[in-house]
């Protein structure tokens, strides 16, 4: 650090509020180190790169969301009278686009993982911080590509891009679209290679592996897992994008070419990226049932192996997306049996969290809210996961509403209330503000509300066979979908508060100590905001993670009187 | 910002030799998505070869084993060359590491040229899948699958060359300002390893689409 | 429509009984965890909230045993739904022998059904009553999936090999008819009806139908049309070989290798001969790629396919 302290840093700042009649003179952090467009497009520090992917990706739920709002909008009445078909498919594989690939995948690990691997383990910073921008910028270049095919017409595929409808028969830009998706991958990529490096070997003296944080054995699986898996997704697009532009017949049956080939490489990654959306959603939940409940976690061991044995085992169970595609008997037989073995270090995680729970002194801030939504949602998502991995069950719902309504339990109901419930536990240790508490609280019970409105009757609907991606449907399953977009409004409403009030905290909030919430861990025993360089000399870890004294008890000082 | 003092030592990390470790390790998990990456082409490699042997024999036959024993040689060659290129680095040779630098880049572009000509050759055969393929006077056909995995798996693998050589470049432009010392080399060790990687897919490459078909069953009747 | 939400689709073939017993005990596992798990996370979040003069937090490690329990316990839940689970897919993906063959070619955005005794009827599937209905079904496009949901089959029809599936049918009635995998812009319209009727109603219905040929007498007549007959007469020393009573054999192919000759290998040879060449015999027939449909194919298949069956007239393999 030589040049980057600005020469207006310590000028007062007329933004912040005055408490208790004094101006607050705060101290340099990373946020008013400098300012200018520059010092942060081209920033090193992770944490500012943190804050450019919360940005982004908020914009991306944004995106998403609308397109989701005009799905559940077409899906009121039974016969297509908003959309044209052709306008309802490129609606929801741009949903499915959008949010996978740039909210799901990347929203923990690149946000609060940036921001807080580094933080947690006592470095000043990722192992390669430049890399770290270019996957920023990787990310990006991804999200304008995506942009760009949704400006020149949209893509009609699906999100799972089957062939050989998207190589030959597509009429849209699926091309551009497969690039998008090939470009990002390469972003994930880094973003994990980065956390593989760092966590091998900038711990801080003393910080062992069984002393890390549960968050960070999950941002490192889940690295693990894009390392192995991201390459593959990337040369699979790129195969149909070639088969697109010239027709090379890799995966075109007239040519003697395999559809179905496609769907394994394809599932290859895209199983094991359900588990890179939702590990690191585990990681978070472990950090917010010990901090609110001032206790240790539950059997920290097998929590730590639980989330690399989700990471290994599944790696072997995408053939459960093709139970019906014509892989042989015995293929799946494996596959179910492998997807059965999945379950359970999952069930063992629920268990454990709740073990922790049990005679602590359990705080119901929001965050602690939206882990109980969590375990409530990702439970049924589990659960109903459970039925889709038992062959003979699989094959009447496979491809209808049912796993619609599961994949939503597990990724919305799991992931994005766990990264809800992050961001506003991180919300004053990366801002130094607090938020509004009880708008809040509110907000988490509309969402956990809207949630299950808008996806419990999809499960019916599902059972009753009523097909995913279908612009039209039978008139007797209108009160279930009426039900369900009546749920989806409530749940829009629940995901906008946070976006208003958050940004709103930024300046009115309250000024947030070091440690609002009594927490362990290194990031709580620096300042809110962090400096630049995290921390003002190297810490010695002394003691295990989560290491609060025999009858602990919260100070409550976060509380809005 | 990240920043780097007169030693090399960027500022996030302790000392050089933690600085080198991450730079190593971050090179072998980079070296694991890359084996993922044409580990997803062999696959379909031995599915299509499991399913249509006759047309991977028909199709392996027609690849010029001269020409690729050739290139494996150059290639070869030019992985002794970037190792020369990184032992002249670790002390702090910068002359010799230009000289062997620029020879491995030499050696990569003859390997590149003999592909060019190897192309060529397809070119003139009709043996480009897509519209205007045709086999032994047959349109379609499995062959024209074999032929679309042998020119995206050397395809890919010569792009890989491409951005080798692209790095060696900057290679030569930095020892050109001597800045490679016995304490700080880690970029020439690490562009020596993505080599080697290149090289050893070639090595996987060679056997799997030029040899392995020529010692198939007794061939069918013409 | 009956009143209130209804949770279960028609019970109308012999699968749906053991599908819906299936999901009922799956729901009936469901709930007991949720209630288990709902009620200890509420029940500790009241129990031990923070307040003034609340005994803080008791720290416990883990318990082994405990980590154990909910270690063994789901895993043998699992084990048993995977079990019961493969056995219901067994029942459904082993057709008996004395199933009917329908044929079924989907394309964008319709579904082409061809009785075995000639009939073709789109978008609608007439079947009688308790007789095991085996469908043949190949794509001409892209992936579709044929779903009856009153029957809880389902199966993907694949571009370029067969698939197939069976049901039958218990419940007279008129079912939906999906396609279940994403095809284009009408996926959503590519549904039909299957019309389940009692077996004298069927062959009403049958007799009323537009009776076309049958798929062997169309196939024979194709086979004498596209000159097969000139390689394939069934004689000493023919170009071709011979099909009577090769069907469902073992055939030795000039590379060494053997191949069944069923409806894949058949159909393959027409579109790329030079595939899989029977020894003994030359490279020397074109290709039939672009001249014949999916639905001729299979017409074709039908009359190979009676050669080998000595009720039809063809010989014993």
């Given at each position: 650090m030589s040049s980057t302290v600005a020469p207006h840093a310590a000028a007062p700042r007329p933004d912040l509020p005055a408490t208790d009649g004094h101006a607050v003179e705060p101290r340099e952090n990373y946020l008013n180190v400098d300012y200018g467009w520059k010092s942060w497009l081209l920033s090193t520090d992770h944490k500012r790169i943190a804050v450019m992917y919360l940005i982004t990706i908020m914009f991306m739920i944004l995106v998403g969301g609308s397109f989701a709002i005009l799905l559940r909008l077409e899906l009121a009445?039974?016969?297509?009278?908003?959309?044209q078909s052709e306008t309802y498919n490129k609606i929801f594989t741009m949903h499915g686009v959008v949010m996978v690939f740039?909210?799901?995948?990347?929203?923990i690990p690149a946000v609060l993982g940036n921001f807080l691997v580094p933080i947690m383990i006592g470095?000043?910073?990722?192992?390669f911080p430049k890399i770290n921008l270019l996957s920023y910028y990787i990310f990006l270049a991804g999200i304008t590509l995506t942009l760009i095919a949704v400006a020149m017409?949209?893509?009609?595929?699906?999100?799972?891009?089957?062939?050989p409808y998207s190589s030959?028969?597509?009429?849209?830009q699926v091309a551009l679209a497969a690039i998008a998706v090939f470009v990002t991958g390469f972003s994930s990529i880094l973003t994990g290679l980065n956390f593989i490096v760092t966590v091998h070997?900038?711990?801080?003296?003393?910080?062992?592996w069984f002393r890390l944080p549960l968050f960070i054995w999950a941002q490192y699986a889940t690295s693990l897992i894009i390392m192995l898996g991201t390459p593959v997704i990337a040369i699979t697009v790129a195969l149909v994008g070639l088969e697109r532009l010239?027709?090379?017949?890799?995966?075109?049956?007239?040519?003697?070419?395999?559809p179905v080939l496609f769907q394994h490489m394809f599932w290859f990654y895209s199983h094991p990226a359900v588990y890179i959306m939702i590990l690191p959603a585990m990681g978070v939940m472990s950090e917010l049932v010990t901090a609110f409940s001032k206790k240790?976690?539950?059997g920290y061991h097998i929590m730590a192996f639980s989330t690399l044995a989700i990471a290994v085992i599944?790696?072997?169970?995408?053939?459960h997306h093709l139970f019906v595609s014509g892989q042989s008997t015995y293929a799946g037989v494996m596959f179910s049996v492998i997807t059965m073995l999945v379950a359970v270090p999952s069930a063992i995680k629920v268990f454990n969290w709740v073990s922790t729970m049990y005679r602590g002194d359990v705080w119901l801030t929001t965050p602690m809210c939206f882990a109980i939504a969590f375990l409530g949602l990702f439970t049924v998502g589990g659960l109903t996961g459970i039925f889709l991995g038992a062959m003979g069950f699989d094959i009447h719902v496979h491809d209808t509403y049912f796993v619609v309504a599961h994949f939503h339990y597990v990724m919305v109901g799991g992931m994005v209330t766990a990264f809800f419930g992050g961001i506003h536990f991180w919300w004053p240790k990366m801002f130094g503000r607090m938020y509004p508490e009880n708008m809040g609280r509110i907000s988490a019970a509309i969402i956990f509300i809207g949630f299950n409105l808008t996806f419990f009757p999809q499960f019916i609907l599902g059972y009753m066979g009523m097909p995913r991606r279908y612009h039209f449907y039978p008139e007797e399953w209108q009160v279930l979908n009426v039900l369900s977009t009546a749920g989806a409004t409530l749940l829009g409403t629940g995901y906008l508060l946070p976006m208003i009030y958050l940004p709103w905290s930024l300046k009115f909030g309250k000024v947030a100590s070091k440690n609002p919430w009594g927490a362990k861990g290194l990031?709580?025993?620096?300042?809110s905001p962090p400096t630049?360089?995290?921390?003002?000399k190297v810490p010695i870890v002394t003691e295990e993670a989560?290491?609060?004294?025999?009858g602990s008890r919260h100070q409550r000082e976060a509380e809005v009187v | 910002m990240s920043s780097v003092d007169a030693t090399g030592?960027?500022?996030?990390?302790?000392?050089l030799e933690q600085q080198h470790e991450s730079a190593t390790l971050g090179m072998w998990a980079f070296l694991i998505t890359e084996i993922m990456f044409f580990g997803g082409l062999f696959g379909a490699y031995v599915v299509y070869r499991t399913m249509y042997p006759e047309a991977w024999e028909n199709g392996s036959k027609e690849l010029d084993v001269f020409l690729g024993a050739l290139n494996t040689t150059v290639l070869i060659g030019s992985s002794l060359t970037m190792a020369l290129a990184v032992r002249s680095a670790q002390h702090g040779k910068n002359r010799q590491v230009i000289g062997f630098t620029f020879l491995t880049m030499v050696l990569g572009f003859v390997f590149l040229g003999v592909k060019i000509v190897e192309y060529h050759a397809k070119w003139e055969h009709h043996?480009?899948?897509?519209?205007h393929f045709m086999f032994e006077g047959h349109l379609g056909g499995h062959e024209e699958l074999f032929f679309a995995l042998y020119f995206v798996m050397t395809g890919t693998h010569a792009f890989h060359m491409i951005i080798g050589a692209g790095l060696m470049i900057w290679v030569i432009l930095k020892a050109a300002r001597n800045e490679y010392t016995p304490q700080h080399h880690s970029h020439v060790e690490m562009i020596g390893l993505y080599w080697h990687f290149v090289d050893i897919v070639w090595i996987f490459l060679f056997p799997l689409l030029y040899?392995?078909?020529?010692?198939?069953?007794?061939s069918i009747g013409h | 429509m009956q009143t209130g939400i209804p949770l279960f689709p028609e019970n109308a073939s012999t699968f749906a009984t053991p599908v819906d017993t299936l999901y009922v005990a799956l729901v009936l596992v469901s709930i007991v965890f949720m209630v288990l798990i709902a009620g200890l996370v509420i029940g500790f979040a009241i129990r031990y909230r923070?307040?003034?003069?609340s005994e803080g937090a008791k720290q416990i490690h883990g318990a082994t045993s405990l980590e154990l329990l909910w270690t063994a316990v789901p895993l043998g839940i699992v084990m048993v739904i995977f079990v019961w689970g493969t056995k219901v897919w067994f029942q459904i993906s082993r057709p008996p022998a004395q199933a009917e063959q329908y044929y079924v070619t989907g394309k964008q955005w319709m579904w082409k059904i061809q009785h075995p005794t000639g009939q073709r009827e789109i978008n609608m599937l007439h079947v009688p009553i308790n007789q095991p209905i085996q469908l043949r079904m190949i794509s001409e496009d892209v992936i579709h999936s044929f779903y009856i949901p009153a029957f809880r089959v389902k199966r993907d029809v694949l571009p370029g090999r067969y698939s197939t599936m069976w049901f039958e049918a218990t419940k007279a009635g008129t079912y939906h008819l999906f396609?279940?995998?994403?095809?284009?812009?009408?996926h959503s319209q590519m549904i039909g009806s299957v019309i389940v009727m009692e077996p004298a109603d069927y062959e009403r219905w049958l007799s009323g139908?537009?009776?076309?040929?049958?798929p062997r007498d169309q196939g024979e007549k194709l086979f004498a049309a596209l000159r097969?007959?000139?390689?394939?007469?069934?004689?000493?020393?023919?170009?071709g070989p011979d099909f009577?009573?090769?069907?469902g054999q073992k055939v030795q192919l000039s590379d060494g290798s053997s191949v069944t000759f069923d409806e894949d290998y058949v159909r393959e040879s027409i579109l790329i001969p030079t595939a899989k060449t029977v020894v003994?015999?030359?490279?020397l027939m074109p290709t039939y790629a672009g001249q014949v449909g999916e639905d001729q194919i299979l017409s074709l298949i039908a009359y190979l396919k009676s050669l080998s069956d000595p009720a039809q007239g063809g010989a014993k393999p």
């Open positions: 009445t039974p016969a297509g009278d908003l959309l740039f909210f799901l995948i990347p929203g470095a000043k910073d990722l192992a017409g949209g893509v009609d595929t699906g999100w799972t891009f089957y062939t030959t028969y597509a009429n849209s070997k900038m711990r801080a003296p003393g910080m062992t010239f027709h090379i017949g890799i995966f075109d049956p007239t040519y003697g070419g395999d240790r976690v539950f599944g790696f072997f169970v995408w053939g990031e709580w025993q620096i300042d630049t360089f995290n921390f003002d989560y290491a609060y004294p025999e | 030592l960027a500022h996030h990390f302790e000392d043996l480009i899948p897509g519209p040899l392995l078909g020529r010692h198939g069953h007794a | 923070t307040r003034p003069g396609c279940a995998e994403y095809c284009g812009t009408k139908a537009v009776a076309g040929e049958s097969c007959d000139t390689c394939h007469t069934g004689l000493q020393g023919a170009r009577k009573g090769l069907w003994g015999f030359q490279q």
